[in-house]
């Protein structure tokens, strides 16, 4: 191990003029995909908590000396983690933090514990190699940190600054027992802490090792090269894939949590030569309640990246080299820039909506290349309390819904919206929690019909077997995940419990402190996905087969698909054609976007259609001005220099 004294580490130059052949660079693109995939394995194979070892909620990074991301999935942060860092960096240190508003937003709720192990070779700093995860529980009032009443980040757990828990080889006891004394689970936070520290242990000693196999100069040569590939790449698809006319796209958040809603989300999209800007002023102002997304700009200028890769050429490799050529405008005081102390806790529900945002702006002049609208966050449910014993349980899932029927064909049922996330087994949760699964079915009729149907979203039936107290986090209750070029929204989700007593209670989509008695039900639905293109041309036969398989109803498939059955379930062709005739001209031309009935009218209906109280218009925080939409994108212009 390399041996400093100075407080500021030698940060090793990109080395200019050195040629990598392209079979050299492959090997060491190959070389750090793995990497990132052996820092997800040896994660999940060492942490204890469902969370991340089932459902996989982590994101891995390797970046290069300058901090820009070279493999990884949410994009390069340590600039801005490291921008008032004065505590020096050395061989053999962990830098900790879960502090959104001290990290420029690398992670965006105290949840996320954000490990740092810079990557030294020779004396010089070559790269850091980074690892978030989402703990189960970081204290606050509530196990698992999310309340969705909370009005300020103080109310969600403990906020660690960056800290160093490892100074040069050395855990840092004193810190590690401030951390976990407050945590309900000290054991599980331990163990999953130190888990993500081995997987950043595992990318280092990969980079060490290409360092040595090529030599250090060629290594971070390589490393420029990929970078300037993915740009010169993303050059080109800006040019195509963005237009020099502005586009404007708008969406909404149901509600935060505490009645008010719902928000906003806009989107403006234009190009200017090669440089594209993303400007999200319109959006409202910052929510009272949890739902508020600090946006990092590099993460999402990494979405922007994924969504554009993904769309039209898989095969470029995800990395921070396009980021000059992006230009991201967000308000100060908006729902997606957020002012201390705001509460940031339920997220998710904005996280996942600016896919539905970006994709509808990107495409509003090509639907015919979009998506429709998915499910469109992270359904949470969390379930706590103290068995006979004495024990404290602590039960959370994060559960999945209708992905948006697409250009290349359906949209998947009860899938997540992170592909690499996964489900945790029904025999996981019976075996280490008191509960018990009466049922995981996708429901029937929710995806939007379409040329491609939408996804169904999925009920999950929780039974619970000891007292205890349940919260849940969804949204799209009021909203509908919308459908394009003739396709049908999906359905809303719903929350009902089944009382031991035989008493039905409809829930909100954002709740806790909801006691439960043992035999007490959860129906849990989740949202569909929206359709993809004229419902009215899905195939008869598919139809019939989607009836079949119980993902579509007989009723369904007649009224949203014009598809009529005979008794034995084949397809009646004289009366199907007749069918869709009469829908064809009731309906006239195919709308490019469909969102269902007007918002208006689904608020005045929102007590009769969902048995719940609509929400209420938001009140501006006193605290926290919006800033004019023309200072914010003055504001980028001066700061990206364009």
Not at 59 to 79: E, K, L, S
Not at 263 to 288: C, N, V
Not at 304 to 318: A, K, S
Not at 436 to 442: N, S
Request: aromatic residues 10%; proline residues 7%.
């Amino acid at each position: 191990m390399a041996t400093i004294t100075t407080d500021k580490p030698q940060i090793a130059e990109i080395p200019t003029g050195v040629e990598i052949d392209p079979v050299t660079l492959d090997i060491i693109e190959g070389a750090l995909k793995s990497a990132r995939y052996e820092m997800d394995a040896v994660l999940f194979r060492s942490a204890m908590s469902p969370v991340i070892r089932e459902q996989h909620d982590e994101f891995p990074m390797i970046t290069d000396p300058r901090g820009r991301m070279v493999v990884g999935q949410f994009g390069a942060y340590i600039n801005e983690m490291m921008e008032e860092w004065d505590r020096g960096v050395f061989p053999g240190d962990v830098i900790l933090t879960s502090d959104p508003f001290k990290c420029s937003a690398s992670i965006s709720h105290t949840n996320d514990w954000l490990v740092l192990v810079p990557i030294f070779y020779e004396d010089e700093l070559v790269g850091w190699s980074s690892q978030f995860g989402h703990q189960m529980d970081a204290g606050g009032p509530l196990p698992g940190s999310l309340p969705t009443g909370a009005k300020t980040i103080f109310e969600e757990g403990i906020i660690i600054p960056p800290v160093k828990l490892i100074e040069r080889g050395e855990v840092q006891e004193d810190v590690l027992r401030l951390i976990l004394n407050n945590v309900r689970n000290p054991e599980m936070n331990r163990a999953d802490l130190f888990a993500i520290v081995a997987g950043c242990r595992a990318g280092e000693k990969r980079v060490m090792e290409l360092c040595d196999r090529f030599g250090k100069e060629t290594y971070l040569a390589a490393l420029q090269a990929l970078l300037d590939r993915t740009y010169n790449a993303m050059k080109f698809l800006i040019s195509v894939a963005i237009p020099e006319e502005p586009q404007t796209f708008v969406d909404y958040i149901d509600d935060d949590g505490l009645g008010n809603g719902p928000y906003k989300m806009q989107l403006t999209i234009w190009r200017e030569g090669e440089h594209a800007f993303f400007d999200w002023s319109g959006t409202d102002p910052q929510a009272l309640g949890p739902i508020n997304f600090y946006l990092s700009e590099g993460m999402f200028k990494m979405f922007i990246g994924i969504y554009l890769i993904m769309v039209n050429d898989p095969q470029i490799l995800f990395n921070d080299g396009f980021y000059p050529l992006l230009h991201v405008v967000m308000p100060e005081g908006s729902l997606l820039r957020p002012r201390y102390p705001a509460a940031l806790g339920c997220r998710t529900h904005a996280l996942a909506r600016q896919f539905d945002v970006l994709g509808g702006a990107l495409c509003k002049n090509a639907p015919e290349l979009n998506t429709a609208a998915g499910y469109g966050t992270s359904p949470y449910m969390l379930y706590s309390g103290w068995e006979e014993s004495g024990d404290f349980f602590y039960s959370m899932e994060i559960l999945y819904g209708g992905i948006p029927g697409r250009p290349i064909g359906d949209g998947m049922d009860g899938h997540s919206w992170w592909p690499l996330f996964e489900n945790i087994p029904t025999e996981y949760l019976e075996a280490y929690y008191p509960l018990r699964i009466d049922g995981y079915t996708t429901v029937t009729d929710s995806g939007g019909p379409g040329l491609h149907r939408g996804g169904n979203g999925v009920e999950k039936r929780y039974v619970y077997l000891e007292p205890g107290e349940v919260s849940i986090h969804d949204d799209r209750w009021l909203t509908r995940p919308w459908g394009v070029l003739g396709g049908l929204p999906g359905a809303r989700s719903t929350k009902l419990l089944k009382r031991a007593d035989g008493t039905e209670q409809a829930l909100p989509s954002k709740c806790d402190n909801v006691v439960v008695e043992p035999g007490d039900m959860l129906v849990y639905r989740t949202a569909g996905g929206g359709g993809w293109k004229d419902r009215l041309d899905r195939p008869a036969e598919l139809v019939a087969r989607d009836v079949s398989f119980g993902l579509v109803s007989r009723e369904w498939a007649k009224e949203g698909y014009g598809v009529v059955l005979a008794d034995d379930g084949a397809v009646d062709e004289a009366a199907t054609e007749a069918e869709r005739e009469r829908q064809r001209s009731a309906r006239g031309e195919a709308p490019a976007f469909d969102f269902g009935p007007e918002l208006d009218d689904v608020i005045a209906r929102c007590k009769e259609e969902t048995g719940l109280d609509a929400p209420t218009p938001a009140t501006p925080l006193r605290w926290s001005p919006l800033e004019p939409a023309e200072d914010a994108l003055a504001r980028v212009r001066a700061g990206d220099d364009v």
